[in-house]
């Protein structure tokens, strides 16, 4: 059959800017079978996406309750800590949308930067270019190699940026300057290794959407972030749903606790037990008269009641 050559050429350039427009990012293809056992709705480019409200929800859980889930299902590497703040108080909690950085080639930052801003339509210095696909409820994560002195990712302009476009803060393994005037952005915080007032050299943005590493935690684009006081916590997308419903039950065991602990109703031994067969149906009363403070759905609540480890 003969080839009809204008529609070969047209073809051709749909290929062409197909793989240009996924360019430092892994194939859609790959990002769904890393992540195979999510089966919920995704991003175009294949990234889980975490239900709005099940992010919502993932905002008022402890992180302790979320790494013991994560700990007794096998996941031992999800957590890491010593991070600097701009604000202590508040939580950043969201979609991971993964960057990684690595120290500058010429040859290699000359090309990037070329193929990006000639052929992708791309504007300024590659830190900025995770920003521009960053949506609402997304966290940005980066991975800068812990770099410090002329690392900072990121400053009040870059800050404001993504605030506005994510609504939600930053976990970055490097640095970002202009603290002071970061810290007056209500909402906003960043986890960072360090604050420095230098600006950002030597770095070019070598994968977007793409697995990375944050201290020792393998973090992959969708994951649930749950960062606060005590460090981050990166929760596989296909495990967030269990993991923020058993720390919610964990939540209402607690409150249940502390009230019958003050109440004189059973003793402190009892409650920090394994409970007996009449604490348990106290405790099934108990929420029955308080169902406004249940957020899961029955069916995860039966599933986590039906278990006999409560």
Not at 45 to 61: F, M, Q, S, V
Not at 117 to 137: A, C, D, H
């Amino acid at each position: 059959m003969k080839l009809n050559t204008k529609l070969f050429f047209t073809i051709f350039l749909m290929v062409f800017y197909v793989g240009i427009s996924i360019s430092q990012t892994i194939p859609k293809e790959e990002l769904i079978f890393l992540t195979s056992e999510w089966k919920g709705e995704r991003f175009d480019d294949g990234r889980p996406k975490i239900p709005d409200a099940l992010l919502e929800r993932a905002k008022n859980i402890g992180i302790d309750d979320a790494w013991t889930v994560l700990e007794n299902e096998g996941y031992t590497n999800q957590f890491e800590g010593n991070w600097k703040m701009v604000n202590n108080d508040t939580p950043v909690v969201g979609r991971a949308l993964t960057a990684m950085f690595m120290p500058s080639r010429p040859d290699v930052e000359k090309n990037v930067k070329e193929r990006g801003i000639n052929s992708q339509g791309r504007k300024g210095n590659t830190n900025s270019w995770p920003i521009e696909v960053l949506t609402k409820g997304d966290v940005y994560v980066a991975d800068s190699f812990g770099k410090i002195d002329a690392g900072t990712l990121m400053g009040a302009t870059l800050a404001t940026s993504i605030f506005s476009k994510s609504g939600n803060g930053v976990v970055f393994n490097g640095s970002a300057r202009d603290l002071e005037s970061i810290s007056k952005m209500e909402g906003f915080n960043a986890f960072v290794r360090d604050f420095h007032p230098s600006f950002l050299e030597e770095e070019v943005l070598m994968g977007l959407n793409t697995p990375i590493r944050i201290g020792q935690v393998m973090v992959l684009p969708g994951d649930l972030v749950l960062a606060k006081r005590e460090g981050v916590l990166f929760i596989p997308a296909h495990l967030a749903e269990q993991v923020v419903g058993t720390a919610e039950f964990v939540a209402l065991k607690d409150q249940f606790g502390f009230e019958m602990v003050k109440t004189k109703t059973y003793s402190t031994g009892e409650i920090d037990s394994k409970w007996s067969e009449p604490i348990k149906k106290e405790f099934l009363k108990w929420l029955d008269n308080h169902s406004e403070l249940i957020q899961m759905s029955k069916e995860t609540l039966d599933k986590l009641l039906s278990k006999r480890t409560w």
